[in-house]
């Protein structure tokens, strides 16, 4: 059986297991069955991979966000309007996770910022998610030293996404007011995972049956120390707190 | 036989792992492969009250006890190969 390992000096490759071993006092297992304590992360492996994109970012002296949400959330408006406001400041990366089409690099085109697109499939279905060795080859299409900042747009899913670390040093999400207010109780594992959160489309609140605070309390209920933003992307209202959060974040360290 | 740990806080459905195993198993030619899972409960310590308990809420990780939601999460996240038996 081969095992797929990894060596300090970086280099990695399977072995036969092939040798004998002496697995200590086996008397009491007259089946000649042998039991193997293993103790392995299952996500070991991309964790391992996740660890080599946070040293490239690190030796580059880059920040990197990893952000999540549902499909249609304003991920996208948001991102725009970020670079909008901040492309000016500092150098930003764009890593655009979509299971098809180049709609959202087109989207962010033009704004200043280094754009990598990374689809998860070519025609047909593909990942609900981006990994880290997706987002390892993704950072091949971007010019690393001269960037500060790399955000990672991940694909739309308030599942899966938040399972799996892609290097980044904190993870965001958007969260509109048109999906509900019950979504952190149906998602927790996502809105725990975060460490700012824009509650998106709040131009909308009027239409709506709840307010901001129960939008607020909820996420704080499944995750009492996110930092909660409230915004509309489309209007602008609130977005200066979220440039200033970024800021903070993106400066060198 | 694989054992695997598998926490409540995770995102893993015991019933398609059990159910893709089937298939791995089958196709690898190993029929008699069996696969343990042993699930984990999630149990928080809480930093308002400095009480350790294991929590029931299928979202929540807020301290049963005092409801305070300044918890440190302490079991309830594994997802572990633990042993493998080989025959």
């Known amino acids: 059986m081969g095992r797929f390992h990894r060596h300090d000096d970086g280099t990695q490759h399977d072995h036969e297991h092939d040798h004998e071993h002496d697995h200590g006092d086996h008397r009491g297992y007259a089946t000649g069955t042998e039991r193997i304590e293993v103790l392995e992360a299952i996500f070991a492996e991309n964790d391992n991979r996740a660890e080599i994109n946070r040293t490239a970012f690190e030796s580059n002296g880059i920040r990197a966000l990893n952000l999540m949400s549902s499909p249609g959330s304003g991920k996208t408006t948001v991102l725009a309007g970020t670079l909008d406001a901040l492309a000016g400041e500092f150098a930003v990366g764009i890593v655009e996770g979509d299971i098809a089409t180049d709609l959202d690099a087109a989207k962010l085109g033009g704004r200043g910022a280094q754009i990598s697109l990374l689809n998860t499939s070519n025609g047909f279905g593909g990942e609900c998610h981006l990994d880290a060795s997706m987002v390892h080859r993704a950072l091949d299409g971007l010019d690393l030293p001269a960037l500060d900042l790399v955000i990672i747009e991940n694909v739309g899913n308030l599942v899966c996404p938040a399972e799996f670390d892609v290097g980044e040093h904190a993870k965001a999400m958007v969260y509109s007011v048109t999906e509900g207010e019950d979504k952190p109780l149906k998602y927790p594992v996502m809105f725990r995972s975060v460490d700012v959160l824009l509650l998106n489309k709040i131009d909308l609140i009027p239409h709506l049956d709840a307010d901001v605070d129960t939008y607020i309390s909820r996420v704080r209920e499944v995750n009492p120390g996110a930092r909660i933003l409230p915004v509309s992307a489309r209007t602008g209202e609130g977005m200066n707190e979220w440039f200033d959060w970024l800021r903070e974040f993106a400066r060198p360290r | ?87």
């Open chain 2, 1 to 87: 036989m694989v054992r695997v740990q598998v926490g409540a806080l995770r995102q893993v459905v015991p019933d398609s792992l059990a159910f893709c195993w089937t298939i791995v198993r089958d196709d690898e030619n190993m029929a008699d492969a069996e696969l343990e899972l042993e699930f984990v409960a999630a149990e928080v310590a809480c930093r308002g009250c400095g009480q350790q308990s294991e929590i029931e809420s299928r979202w929540s990780v807020a301290c049963p006890r005092c409801q305070s939601a300044d918890v440190a999460v302490v079991r309830g996240e594994e997802f572990l190969v633990t042993s493998v038996d080989v025959t």
